[in-house]
């Protein structure tokens, strides 16, 4: 068995797999102040509500565990956390091998979270590539034909443009991040929907519209994040949405690293 977990700044997602098998995958808030002690409870009961993990040993039965945090001040809580359980965490980081060149000013300003997306992308598809991961931050990263990283964009994630909103006008209200019936709205909630919905859909085609151009070659879209298939549906441009993209690629870097 693998754990392999995605360490975010909104949400925390925790991978079990057995050999190339995703078995269970869980979806935790990420808590900057959680300590050791609390991590290796939430993870107990996790492991203790698994059917996949029923009749585990879980110190012999567990070959490692791979992280990638964009959190860096919970990055050893979780590691420490992981290690309770006898478990060996590598960390995706500098000395971490990922087959993949980094074309980037500077290598160690890439995200762990981007580099991992990447990695799966590519090994999947074999082609160059836009991966858009819309988490806290949206993030679009483009990987060469030849299986280069390239470098990318960052922009505001729709949780945080639609906070920011509510926070910063008075008279706007807190609504539900969906579709609403038209792009036209007809009260405030529904033209603030349009507004977060079918304008961050225009943000990412825009985007990615003018990736391909700067390219000059094709270039295939993937999403992946826990919006992605909100906006996927309206988007003119996003060809494929893959929910467990970067569980997958822990999982080739640990297997990469063995």
Same mark, same amino acid.
């Given at each position: 068995?693998?754990?392999?977990?995605?360490?975010?700044?909104?949400?925390?997602?925790?991978?079990?797999?057995?050999?190339?098998?995703?078995?269970?995958?869980?979806?935790?808030?990420?808590?900057?102040?959680?300590?050791?002690?609390?991590?290796?409870?939430?993870?107990?009961?996790?492991?203790?509500?698994?059917?996949?993990?029923?009749?585990?040993?879980?110190?012999?039965?567990?070959?490692?565990?791979?992280?990638?945090?964009?959190?860096?001040?919970?990055?050893?809580?979780?590691?420490?956390?992981?290690?309770?359980?006898?478990?060996?965490?590598?960390?995706?980081?500098?000395?971490?091998?990922?087959?993949?060149?980094?074309?980037?000013?500077?290598?160690?300003?890439?995200?762990?979270?981007?580099?991992?997306?990447?990695?799966?992308?590519?090994?999947?598809?074999?082609? !160059?590539?836009?991966?858009?991961?819309?988490?806290? $931050?949206?993030?679009?990263? @483009? =990987?060469?034909?030849?299986? +280069?990283? *390239?470098?990318?964009?960052?922009?505001?994630?729709?949780?945080?443009?639609?906070?920011?909103?509510?926070?910063?006008?008075?008279?706007?209200?807190?609504?539900?991040?969906?579709?609403?019936?038209?792009?036209?709205g007809k009260n405030t909630a529904n033209s603030m929907q349009s507004g977060l919905?079918?304008?961050?859909?225009?943000?990412?085609?825009?985007?990615?519209?003018?990736?391909?151009?700067?390219?000059?070659?094709?270039?295939?879209?993937? !999403?992946?994040?826990?919006?992605?298939?909100?906006? $996927?549906?309206?988007?003119? @441009? =996003?060809?494929?949405?893959? +929910?467990? *993209?970067?569980?997958?690629?822990?999982?080739?870097?640990?297997?990469?690293?063995?």
């Amino acid at each position: 068995m693998l754990l392999a977990i995605d360490l975010g700044n909104t949400h925390s997602v925790i991978g079990l797999y057995n050999q190339q098998t995703l078995v269970d995958c869980w979806r935790i808030s990420t808590r900057r102040e959680a300590t050791s002690d609390e991590l290796t409870i939430q993870l107990q009961s996790l492991f203790a509500l698994s059917p996949a993990c029923a009749g585990l040993d879980l110190k012999h039965d567990f070959e490692g565990a791979i992280l990638s945090s964009v959190v860096p001040t919970l990055t050893k809580s979780f590691v420490q956390a992981v290690g309770r359980f006898g478990i060996t965490c590598k960390t995706v980081g500098p000395g971490l091998k990922t087959g993949m060149q980094i074309l980037y000013d500077n290598p160690r300003e890439v995200g762990a979270d981007r580099i991992v997306n990447a990695v799966a992308a590519y090994h999947q598809y074999q082609c !160059a590539l836009c991966v858009v991961d819309m988490g806290t $931050a949206t993030t679009f990263d @483009v =990987i060469s034909q030849d299986g +280069k990283y *390239l470098g990318g964009a960052i922009a505001p994630g729709i949780g945080i443009s639609a906070d920011a909103l509510w926070q910063r006008a008075a008279r706007l209200p807190r609504v539900e991040i969906s579709a609403p019936p038209a792009v036209i709205g007809k009260n405030t909630a529904n033209s603030m929907q349009s507004g977060l919905i079918y304008g961050y859909t225009a943000l990412v085609d825009g985007l990615v519209e003018r990736m391909r151009e700067e390219m000059n070659e094709p270039l295939k879209a993937i !999403a992946t994040g826990g919006l992605a298939q909100i906006i $996927a549906e309206h988007s003119h @441009v =996003i060809e494929a949405v893959d +929910k467990n *993209l970067t569980l997958e690629g822990l999982r080739l870097l640990y297997e990469l690293n063995r």
